[in-house]
């Protein structure tokens, strides 16, 4: 049974950072690509970034430069650190995983339940 949760969201002041966290369990964690992804009220699911068993990334325009992926797979543990926050990053943030980085669609087959980030 695959689990995915998230930690680590909450209130900042825009200019702030966060580090989000994912833990999983219930698969071989350090075989899958793990992604983040973030969805605002009223807005589709947004991709922002993947990394694969072997720690290559990829990452979408708007999180380039601010936002960083990275994984501990010892701690079967997944993180997005967060700089430079702005009002307009505030949204429920989730983690996906599957056996394949499918980019940074919402096609993945996992899910967590989501942290919510809110940015003023």
């Known amino acids: 049974h695959v689990q995915l949760v998230e930690s680590g969201g909450g209130s900042v002041q825009a200019g702030g950072s966060l580090r989000l966290s994912c833990s999983a369990s219930g698969y071989t964690y350090r075989t899958y690509c793990m992604a983040w992804f973030r969805q605002a009220p009223g807005k589709e699911r947004e991709g922002l970034a993947n990394?694969?068993?072997?720690?290559?990334?990829a990452y979408a325009d708007s999180a380039k430069g601010r936002f960083t992926i990275s994984r501990a797979n010892a701690k079967s543990t997944l993180y997005l650190q967060m700089s430079s926050l702005e009002p307009e990053d505030t949204a429920t943030y989730y983690c996906?995983?599957?056996?394949?980085?499918?980019?940074?669609?919402?096609?993945?087959?996992?899910w967590g339940q989501g942290t919510q980030v809110t940015v003023s």
């Open positions: 990394i694969d068993g072997s720690g290559n990334t």
């Open positions: 996906a995983a599957d056996l394949l980085c499918y980019g940074l669609g919402t096609g993945y087959k996992y």
